[in-house]
């Protein structure tokens, strides 16, 4: 089996809920020395991005979303010990977080799975975040991000108001904020004022790199 027959094979499984499938393919791919990366990016997380297209047309609901997760999950813990970390002296560090009423918590773990196997320090503070949570763990942690999703339409504005906060405060300038999720987009990013908008755990990576390069 090829990469790629391989690599759709797992996204289809994925989809598929197939849970020992997952497993199999995941366990397969290790013993052809496919980066672990690699795997995630090309077969776990395609799967999920179909699975949230399928959510989308309300061809998959709640329970379905959440049942393919858990399938994400077991293919997640087969390959997550094997994710290369980078190491760096000065790390790019992140707090990052679901905003408050959303508990979906999928693409943030992914985001933190991803980012952390770049060498970026992250704290995550989880889902349901209250707002003030955010400003607070990024001056106690003293990050350069602040990384808020969320996978409902109606929980969305919490990250302005977290925007609007950190403006109120006069600190608006020491961090840069990231958004990404279900809803949103990069014209609501740049509506919020936010400073990047990310559809997937790589693109978060690679902008949050390019970010801290250029400051």
């Given at each position: 089996?090829?990469?790629?027959?391989?690599?759709?094979?797992?996204?289809?499984?994925?989809?598929?809920?197939?849970?020992?499938?997952?497993?199999?393919?995941?366990?397969?791919?290790?013993?052809?020395?496919?980066?672990?990366?690699?795997?995630?990016?090309?077969?776990?997380?395609?799967?999920?991005?179909?699975?949230?297209?399928?959510?989308?047309?309300?061809?998959?609901?709640?329970?379905?979303?959440?049942?393919?997760?858990?399938?994400?999950?077991?293919?997640?813990?087969?390959?997550?010990?094997?994710?290369?970390?980078?190491i760096?002296?000065?790390?790019i560090?992140?707090?990052?977080?679901?905003?408050?009423?959303?508990?979906?918590?999928?693409?943030?773990?992914?985001?933190?799975?991803?980012?952390?196997?770049?060498?970026?320090?992250?704290?995550?503070?989880?889902?349901?975040?209250?707002?003030?949570?955010?400003?607070?763990?990024?001056?106690?942690?003293?990050?350069?991000?602040?990384?808020?999703s969320?996978l409902m339409?109606?929980?969305?504005?919490?990250?302005?108001?977290?925007?609007?906060?950190?403006?109120?405060?006069?600190?608006?300038?020491?961090?840069?904020?990231m958004?990404?999720?279900?809803?949103?987009?990069?014209?609501?990013?740049?509506?919020?004022?936010?400073?990047?908008?990310?559809?997937?755990?790589?693109?978060?990576?690679?902008?949050?790199?390019?970010?801290?390069?250029?400051?």
């Amino acid at each position: 089996m090829n990469e790629e027959h391989l690599f759709e094979e797992i996204s289809t499984a994925v989809v598929d809920m197939e849970d020992e499938l997952v497993e199999k393919l995941c366990k397969e791919s290790l013993t052809f020395s496919i980066p672990a990366e690699k795997t995630i990016t090309r077969g776990l997380l395609s799967g999920m991005n179909k699975v949230g297209q399928l959510y989308e047309e309300h061809e998959y609901f709640l329970p379905e979303v959440l049942t393919c997760s858990d399938t994400l999950n077991i293919g997640l813990d087969i390959l997550r010990p094997h994710i290369k970390t980078e190491i760096t002296d000065n790390p790019i560090k992140a707090v990052i977080g679901v905003v408050e009423g959303d508990t979906h918590d999928i693409g943030k773990n992914l985001v933190k799975i991803m980012t952390e196997s770049a060498g970026i320090e992250v704290h995550d503070l989880g889902r349901d975040v209250p707002l003030e949570r955010f400003i607070a763990a990024a001056e106690e942690t003293k990050a350069d991000f602040i990384c808020m999703s969320t996978l409902m339409t109606t929980t969305m504005m919490g990250m302005k108001t977290v925007i609007d906060m950190l403006k109120k405060k006069n600190i608006r300038n020491k961090y840069k904020v990231m958004v990404g999720g279900g809803p949103i987009s990069q014209k609501f990013a740049d509506e919020i004022g936010a400073d990047a908008y990310a559809v997937d755990a790589n693109s978060a990576v690679k902008k949050m790199k390019v970010i801290a390069a250029n400051n």
